[in-house]
């Protein structure tokens, strides 16, 4: 249930749900075999509701759109599709308060990108076009190495 907080925190922040906020797609012509889609123009923007102090969540939305820009183009393309994909978070008081910003913008997407990525493929593959495939991303890692011993000086012989 996503009004109920876990029992046990296993993490210092939790998704309590991941939902489609929004999807919207519309054909402007019928499809051909000789469509192609360049998917590398697709913008994705992301959205962040302020933390919630008293039930310690917040949600992020992020939303890919496609498709005929108000410039005139040779070849437009043949459908627009907008989805947007919304997660909610539960984060544990032992999570750093001044912290919770930082996550939120730059790991959140992470956890919803995936999400984000097969709902619109998926809703461009039903529409009869090539499908729209977001690449895959990489996430970054940190290595934490333990300090090296530092190996005594001698000292001068006497």
Partial sequence: ?????????????QTTFIAVREIHFISHRPPS????IEQSPIPISQSITPFNEATRRLQVTLTAEF????????????????VAITGEFVIHP???SDK??????????????PYLRERLHYITSQ?????????????PTIKIE???????VPLPAR
């Fill in 67 to 82: 498709g005929p820009s108000n410039e005139p183009s040779a070849n437009p393309p043949p459908f627009t599709v907008k």
């Fill in 94 to 96: 032992s999570f750093p």
């Fill in 33 to 36: 075999p000789n469509d192609k």
């Fill in 1 to 13: 249930m996503p009004d109920q907080p876990p029992s046990v925190a296993l993490y210092p922040i």
């Fill in 127 to 139: 529409g009869g076009y090539p499908p729209i495939l977001l690449p895959l991303i990489q996430i």
């Fill in 146 to 152: 333990a300090p090296k011993p530092t190996q005594p």
């Fill in 100 to 113: 919770i910003n930082l996550w939120a913008t730059q790991n959140s997407a992470y956890v919803i990108y």
